[in-house]
């Protein structure tokens, strides 16, 4: 049985969005770029309306992702 996360805790550990900001060095991405991220056991947060990514668990996302699924006839 896992432990309890300490509270407060954010939920999610994936997530995609638009890149707001970017920290120093990181020249990968640009602000506006649609990116995904894992963010792991120790980074969550990914359902918050802000989260933070380490760049390295970043990587380019389809203007798609995180959009309401399509009914297929």
């Given at each position: ?5 300490p ?28 990116v ?32 309401p699924?399509r009914?297929t006839?």
């Amino acid at each position: 049985m896992r432990p309890d996360p300490p509270c407060p805790h954010g939920l999610g550990l994936d997530g995609a969005g638009i890149a707001d900001a970017l920290g120093a060095g990181v020249a990968h991405t640009h602000v506006g770029r649609r990116v995904a991220h894992h963010g792991g056991p120790h980074r969550r947060g990914g359902f918050a309306e802000y989260a933070l990514a380490a760049a390295a668990a970043q990587a380019p996302a389809s203007d798609e992702a995180g959009a309401p699924a399509r009914r297929t006839p």
